[in-house]
């Protein structure tokens, strides 16, 4: 019930692409859904997050789409560079935060 | 302003023996976090500290693992009798309030731990 599916585990992408990262859960009671971004060495930093009254939110090149009824969220990193290759998770708040397992994404430039 | 510094930034211990590892929150940070990060793995929560309270202590995987707070200041985070399966980056993030996960965490840099 706690967990948060993501995927893929890793993603390449060319500079100027589109980078999808997606996880799923189950407890209809998560309430905060954030995107956190994490570099070698360092710990993660929040990106983005989400509520589920909303089913889209944007900062920038990132964007959250939120499917409630599908029980799914997705990170969109328009126009891609180099510079966004980090591992990226998702997670989840219900009393705590889960997390996703991660994402490693390499944009090639 | 500083962020949270953690200490050491590694730590190699043999099996059996005792770890402390140390968390400086931001300052005025009322909320802290413990998390543990296994190689290619999530996040997993440990503990979370409200002033120097811990109101759920629930993720500590065995009675091995405690964790202080001073105030709401530095907390140390211990493991007794370390075993291999205790290798992992051990993170610790604080939030400005006391409003529980949602409010935005920062993180540290983490501190390593090898069990030989």
């Known amino acids: 019930q706690q967990q948060v599916k993501q995927s893929p585990q890793s993603l390449i992408v060319q500079k100027g692409g589109i980078s999808i990262i997606n996880c799923a859960y189950e407890n209809t009671a998560f309430d905060y859904f954030p995107w956190y971004q994490q570099f070698p060495g360092k710990g993660p930093a929040l990106l983005i997050a989400?509520?589920?009254?909303?089913s889209e939110k944007k900062e920038g090149r990132f964007t959250i789409s939120f499917n409630k009824s599908a029980k799914q969220f997705s990170l969109h990193i328009m126009d891609s560079q180099p510079g966004d290759s980090a591992t990226y998770f998702c997670?989840?708040?219900?009393?705590?935060?889960?997390f996703g397992q991660g994402t490693i994404l390499t944009v090639h430039p | 302003g500083a962020g949270v510094s953690q200490s050491p930034s590694n730590k190699v211990t043999e099996k059996g023996k005792d770890v402390e590892l140390r968390c400086d929150p931001i300052?005025?940070?009322?909320?802290l976090y413990w998390y543990r990060q296994r190689l290619g793995q999530g996040l997993e929560f440990l503990i979370y500290?409200?002033?120097?309270?811990?109101?759920?202590k629930s993720g500590l995987p065995s009675d091995r693992f405690s964790a202080e707070r001073t105030g709401e200041s530095v907390s140390t985070l211990t493991i007794q009798r370390t075993q291999q399966e205790d290798s992992a980056v051990y993170l610790c993030?604080?939030?400005?309030?006391?409003?529980?996960?949602?409010?935005?965490?920062?993180f540290g840099p983490g501190t390593r731990l090898t069990v030989l």
């Open positions: 993030a604080s939030s400005l309030n006391a409003g529980g996960f949602t409010d935005t965490q920062y």
């Open positions: 989400i509520r589920p009254d909303v």
């Open positions: 997670a989840a708040h219900y009393g705590k935060l889960t």
């Open positions: 300052s005025g940070h009322t909320a």
């Open positions: 500290f409200q002033g120097n309270s811990a109101p759920d």
